[in-house]
């Protein structure tokens, strides 16, 4: 992703081999954006998968996260844009799916019981999400005119407000589509 197309292609070219597919974007804020938020959506499915919740749920859960970082990359910078791309939602379905993501193995702790302080200490690895939650939230708060973030707002009340896991993902339950 970048504001010109000539280096953007350059990088590609670079990088591409007959095992790496590359695409250029002109969109490199939204691109950002959307790479610290699907570390978001992946710690709610791994919260979700903790609890318990199946397949189904993701499911929901998931289509729920592509519209709602449609909504927040647009308010943050508006721009024509298909969401749908794999480096928007190809990057997120990877994140929340993959049992190797980081994010979604802190959130299945916090699902499964840990507090936040004690799933940090038992990964030995950094989950961005956890930091990436906060900006969301005060990005939200600050810039965005509070943009209706069911799930950011979830996970940060349960990382940052010691909700219940359970009681909020009841209540969110209520709120996604």
Request: proline share 1%.
């Given at each position: 992703a970048c504001n010109s197309a000539s280096n953007a292609t350059h990088v590609a070219n670079a990088l591409k081999t007959h095992f790496i597919k590359t695409h250029i974007s002109d969109d490199p804020i939204g691109t950002e954006y959307a790479l610290m938020l699907k570390n978001i959506y992946a710690i709610a499915s791994g919260i979700a998968h903790g609890l318990g919740y199946g397949d189904n749920f993701q499911s929901v859960l998931i289509s729920n996260a592509i519209r709602e970082m449609r909504r927040f990359?647009?308010?943050?910078?508006?721009?024509?844009?298909?969401?749908?791309?794999?480096?928007?939602?190809?990057?997120?379905?990877?994140?929340?799916?993959?049992?190797?993501?980081?994010?979604?193995?802190?959130?299945?702790?916090?699902?499964?019981?840990?507090?936040?302080?004690?799933?940090?200490?038992?990964?030995?690895?950094?989950?961005?999400?956890?930091?990436?939650?906060?900006?969301?939230?005060?990005?939200?708060?600050?810039?965005?005119?509070?943009?209706?973030?069911?799930?950011?707002?979830?996970?940060?009340?349960?990382?940052?407000?010691?909700?219940?896991?359970?009681?909020?993902?009841?209540?969110l339950t209520e709120q996604l589509n």
């Amino acid at each position: 992703a970048c504001n010109s197309a000539s280096n953007a292609t350059h990088v590609a070219n670079a990088l591409k081999t007959h095992f790496i597919k590359t695409h250029i974007s002109d969109d490199p804020i939204g691109t950002e954006y959307a790479l610290m938020l699907k570390n978001i959506y992946a710690i709610a499915s791994g919260i979700a998968h903790g609890l318990g919740y199946g397949d189904n749920f993701q499911s929901v859960l998931i289509s729920n996260a592509i519209r709602e970082m449609r909504r927040f990359v647009k308010k943050i910078h508006k721009l024509k844009r298909n969401i749908n791309n794999s480096y928007y939602l190809g990057d997120l379905l990877v994140t929340c799916y993959s049992t190797f993501s980081r994010n979604r193995l802190f959130g299945n702790m916090i699902g499964k019981g840990y507090t936040v302080k004690s799933a940090m200490m038992e990964m030995n690895m950094v989950a961005e999400g956890y930091y990436a939650t906060k900006s969301a939230f005060e990005i939200n708060d600050k810039k965005t005119k509070k943009t209706k973030l069911f799930i950011i707002d979830a996970v940060h009340a349960i990382l940052y407000q010691n909700a219940s896991p359970k009681k909020t993902f009841q209540k969110l339950t209520e709120q996604l589509n």
